[in-house]
């Protein structure tokens, strides 16, 4: 066996996996939660918003790709952590850590099941247009001439988010990304060596800060609209 594919099966080489795909994660959940802000700045922006992102339909996918390969990664390297460690200990034990470590990471565990149900409904919702789950009037970036594309982002979310009970499956998704980021950021930094007792408050109040600040900018953008603040 090659050193690396040793390296990427031992627990430590699949600890880097998560951590590096987990930065890539975090990093476009803050890009897509800054691009997200602009429905605040009326339809014209974050329909704008998603146009640029279809300036080149190749870099688009290429990032659509590697965010799918991330996320693969993301959760294969969870799964086979999780099945070595109850191999290793049927019984589990209180673990003593941050954010009182066995709910954390009961969280970690049902809150990354719950986040990629999320993610499935998501697209679905608001991106691959289907009959039933998007809302009703969906409309798909349509040619408007000349190479233009026309987005309808924003009447698409006023849209999606009319119904109590798709806000509370966003709302309880977005609180259970919190806790995966303020947790999982944590850790990554740990897996990293940035355990040094100097550098830990600095990683804490940075992995609180970032699941805190998503995961209430998230919640905040569907109920702006049931409660008509958006519309
Ligand atoms: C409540 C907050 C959110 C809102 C309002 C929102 C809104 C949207 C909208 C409007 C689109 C379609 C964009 C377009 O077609 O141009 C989209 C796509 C997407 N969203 Fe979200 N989103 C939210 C949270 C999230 C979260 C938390 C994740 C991941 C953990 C996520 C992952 C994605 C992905 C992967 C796409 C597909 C992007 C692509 O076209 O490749 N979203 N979102």
């Known amino acids: 066996m090659s050193w690396a594919k040793r390296f990427i099966t031992s627990n430590v080489g699949l600890k880097v996996l998560m951590a590096v795909t987990g930065m890539l994660l975090v990093a476009f959940v803050i890009g897509h939660m800054l691009g ?62 941050w954010l009182g470590e066995s709910y954390a990471v009961r969280t970690m565990k049902w809150g990354g099941v719950i986040l990629f149900l999320f993610i499935i409904y998501h697209l679905l919702h608001l991106t691959v247009g289907v009959q039933g789950i998007s809302p009703e009037g969906f409309e798909h970036c349509t040619a408007a001439g000349g190479g233009e594309l026309r987005c309808h982002a924003y009447a698409n979310v006023v849209a999606g988010f009319q119904h109590w009970y798709v806000v509370l499956f966003y709302v309880v998704a977005q609180v259970m990304l919190g806790f995966h980021l303020a947790h999982g950021a944590w850790s990554m930094f740990r897996t990293l060596g940035l355990n040094n007792p100097r550098y830990d408050r600095i990683a804490r109040g940075f992995a609180l800060t970032v699941g805190t600040v998503v995961s209430v900018v998230n919640c905040i953008i569907p109920l702006s609209v049931l409660i008509g603040i958006v519309k």
Request: cysteine-free; aromatic content about 10%; glycine content about 4%.
């Open 36 to 97: 997200n802000l602009q429905i605040f700045l009326g339809a014209e922006a974050l329909d704008g918003y998603a146009e640029l992102l279809r300036t080149s339909m190749e870099l688009l996918w290429a990032v659509r790709l590697t965010l799918l390969a991330a996320v693969l990664i993301h959760i294969y390297a969870a799964t086979v952590l999780t099945l070595r460690s109850w191999d290793a200990r049927p019984v589990p034990y209180e673990q003593k850590t």
